[in-house]
């Protein structure tokens, strides 16, 4: 890192890095024109690299593919192009006839090669020793399978399935206002309180979002009442826990782990190598132009934001988790490159 550059690095490493990273690095460093042209062939690479393509998609892969190996011979010299560079106009169609790319590349032979050589004691006679430690690991797991209570070594059960997997935790009570402002999301969430919702807002008055806020959860609480002093109610057990709020007692995870996504606080990975903090959340938002707009409309906006607490509502019968994120401002914190698809925070 002193010289600022980048050595040792393996075929994977290099492929990693034109698909994912090349594109973000080179922002503002080159011209226009060749940031642009760079930034198509890392695209058409990862639309190649895709484990499900689209067949009828193909050929305007290849259309893609010839135009950006055009602009690279507009803004490149001659010497930059050999044969490998060539070999890109094909990759397209080796998919039409051989499928896709991931089931055909020699990453994971690689990948096991240095398994294989991590077997070697003894410099001499490398293949024996490759040989042994081979025989004996299949030994080892052929015998395991008739050991009832014997796990293999490798990654716990629950980690792969990622089924409500939970980190550490601790009840903490938290403030009223707090409570309420994760009560009213899971309200709104919830498809059973959709026909309360549209009773409560008239859409389309931008003063009333405000108010549907501060009144809507003692106003849901009141209808559901109503309607359960009635005998021939519909409301439905979730119904009647929901318009209660929940426990002031509140458990608080450090990490969470739910249909095979794991999530973890902000917190957390300030000590971890991995981060799993950051999230998006693509929501429906009033857009007004001015303060004097009379006819505000709704559309979807992309948020992002980073977890700051995961909370596990205690509803009695039932308990919901939810997150409380940190939210980047929309209007001065995120802008969109010219040239690179991912928005920059």
């Known amino acids: 890192m002193k010289d600022l550059r980048l050595i ?22 080159l011209p226009k024109q060749v940031r642009a042209v760079i930034v198509r062939l890392c695209y058409c690479f990862n639309a190649i690299c895709c484990k ?3 067949p009828i998609k193909i050929e305007e892969l290849q259309e893609e593919v010839v135009v950006t190996l055009c602009l690279l011979e507009k803004y490149f010299p001659p010497v930059f192009f050999y044969v490998m560079v060539h070999l890109v106009v094909h990759l397209p169609r080796e998919i039409k006839f051989c499928g896709p790319v991931w089931l055909r590349w020699m990453y994971p032979m690689e ?11 003894n410099r001499s006679r490398p293949k024996r020793c490759i040989i042994e430690c081979y025989v004996a690991e299949e030994a080892v797991e052929f015998c395991s399978e008739y ?18 997997v939970r980190m ?42 405000a108010e549907n806020r501060r009144c809507f959860i003692p106003w849901v609480r009141q209808k559901i009442e109503t309607e359960l002093a009635n005998p021939d109610h519909c409301v439905t057990e979730t119904l009647r826990w929901l318009a209660n709020e929940p426990r002031r007692d509140v458990i608080r995870y450090s990490g969470y782990g739910i249909n095979g996504y794991s999530f973890h606080t902000h ?3 300030l000590r971890s190598t991995t981060q799993n903090s950051g999230v998006t959340v ?24 980073v977890i700051e607490d995961i909370w596990e509502l205690n509803y009695t019968s039932f308990k919901i988790a939810v997150v409380r994120c940190k939210w980047v401002d929309n209007k001065t914190g995120v802008k969109v490159d010219e040239q690179v698809s991912p928005w920059l925070i």
């Not at 040792?8 to 460093?29: P, Y």
């Not at 693509?282 to 948020?303: C, Q």
């Open 8 to 29: 040792n690095l393996k075929s994977h490493d290099c492929h990693t890095l034109m698909q994912q990273l090349l594109s973000v690095a080179i922002r503002g460093l």
């Open 52 to 54: 499900v393509i689209d």
């Open 147 to 164: 050991l009832e209570s014997a796990q293999t070594i490798g990654i716990p059960k629950s980690l792969e399935s990622r089924q409500n």
């Open 267 to 269: 917190e957390h990975d």
């Open 282 to 305: 693509e929501g429906e938002s009033l857009h007004v132009s001015s303060a004097k707009d009379k006819n505000p409309v709704y559309a979807n906006m992309s948020y992002y934001g």
């Open 111 to 121: 990948r096991y090669m240095k398994i294989l050589k991590g077997y070697v004691r």
């Open 168 to 209: 550490r935790f601790k009840v903490t009570p938290v403030e009223y206002k707090m409570l309420c402002e994760a009560h009213f999301y899971v309200l709104q969430n919830t498809p059973e309180v959709d026909c309360y919702r549209l009773q409560h807002l008239r859409r389309g008055e931008r003063w009333l979002q």
